[in-house]
């Protein structure tokens, strides 16, 4: 098993939100600034080669019935953790991230990842597609905040892009905006792999 | 069905590791995070109140609870600043706690926002620093405003509202104007 192709499959061609179409809620709620998109992706990466890791450890030893509510038990108990840990030992950190800690644990791709491959395979490559899913997130969220910070608030990260004459239009802001974008670049994406197959 | 007692034992056992593990990293960061509520607060006090600190403020308090803060100049207590209070407000989706100091008139000296969860990207723009300034344009604009009388301009009033955070808005301050009338009878009751 290349470790390279099990990282890299998170950020193309498995990509989590643009191919395998999971987590839609919270990328829909945090993907408006760029800021809230890079420190949404940082957290759910670090939960998720977490429990991917957790996951991986205990897999023997998980009878197949009541895998999913040990799985959600195993993710809730580090996001839990990693809120109190942020909120006692680094409270800058807290402070602009804390918002979206609660949010992970009802992010899809953990339980999916969880259930797709942790489960199956061993801590190695369950951390490196913990570590590219988490990624490719990151990635996603990023290139939807640009589009909808820089037409619906008139920044980039916070600095200004067109002057402050710029009208911003209200409605990327909001979640018709979002998934206005979403669903393009959806397309787009599904555009360029169509055109890839096609020229093979 | 007879698999039934191995996997209530199964969960059970996952259940005891991760209430064991939550219990005891609650305990290492309790008084960590107690530290820094306090720390926050104190940063607070006097940020709302300008020209304070630590030791020239003084907590009103009857039957264990802190009513007020009082802020004064100097150590003597002899130059009278302002008076500090907490607001709760219903905010959309949490509850919002502001620290408001006010002067013995009743103007606004400044607002600080000590926790809220609404929002990303609406209402926690309440809190939101642009690049290149240090303090909050939206809670900057309570300064110098009468404490008791000020709304949002949907209702009137001189407050901004933040685009798509009506709620979030209206309820701090609508909240900062109830608290304040409230808070006048209660130091005029105290002196």
């Known amino acids: 098993m290349i470790l390279g192709k099990e990282f890299a499959k998170g950020i193309y061609k498995d990509n989590p939100v643009f191919r395998l179409m999971l987590g839609l809620c919270p990328v829909l709620a945090v993907s408006s600034s760029v800021n809230n998109a890079i420190g949404m992706g940082s957290a759910a990466t670090f939960v998720l080669v977490s429990s991917n890791f957790v996951i991986s450890l205990i897999r023997n030893f998980v009878p197949p019935k009541i895998r999913i509510p040990i799985f959600i038990t195993v993710i809730a108990t580090f996001v839990t953790i990693v809120e ?37 395979n061993h801590i190695l490559s369950s951390v490196v597609d913990g570590l590219g899913m988490g990624f490719g997130f990151t990635l996603a969220l990023v290139i939807i905040a640009t589009f909808r910070e820089i037409f ?25 905006g979002a998934f206005l974008t979403i669903g393009f670049l959806i397309a787009f994406f599904n555009w360029l792999e169509n055109r890839r197959l096609v020229s093979h | 069905m007879k698999d039934i007692p191995r996997f209530a034992a199964t969960l059970t056992f996952v259940a005891l590791i991760a209430a064991g593990s939550l219990a005891w990293i609650n305990k290492i960061t309790k008084p960590k995070i107690l530290t820094q509520q306090q720390n926050e607060l104190k940063n607070a006090l006097s940020y709302v109140l300008p020209g304070t600190d630590e030791g020239t403020i003084v907590a009103i308090e009857e039957e264990g609870e802190i009513l007020y803060y009082e802020g004064y100049r100097d150590r ?14 219903k905010g959309y989706s949490s509850t919002i706690r502001t620290l408001v100091g006010i002067d013995s008139a009743g103007t606004i000296l400044a607002i600080r926002i000590l926790s809220q969860k609404e929002t990303p990207g609406l209402g926690t723009r309440c809190e939101e620093i642009r690049s290149g300034e240090t303090t909050s344009w939206w809670q ?38 109830q608290r304040a009338t409230k808070i006048f009878q209660i130091i005029k009751n105290h002196r």
């Open chain 1, 84 to 120: 109190l840990v942020m909120a006692g030992f680094f409270p800058t950190l807290s402070k602009s991230l804390g918002l979206f800690i609660p949010l992970i644990v009802v992010n899809c791709i953990i339980l999916g990842r969880a259930e797709a491959f942790a489960s199956k």
């Open chain 1, 152 to 176: 619906g608030n008139g920044t980039w990260l916070g600095i200004s892009v067109f002057g402050p004459r710029f009208e911003p239009v209200l409605l990327m802001i909001l979640s018709p």
């Open chain 2, 76 to 89: 003597n207590k002899t130059h009278l600043v302002g008076y500090a209070f907490l607001v709760l407000s």
């Open chain 2, 140 to 177: 900057d604009q309570f300064s110098c405003k009468k404490s008791t009388e000020i709304s949002v301009d949907k209702d009137g009033g001189e407050i901004q509202s933040i685009t798509g955070a009506t709620i979030t808005s209206r309820a701090i301050t609508s909240g900062i104007a």
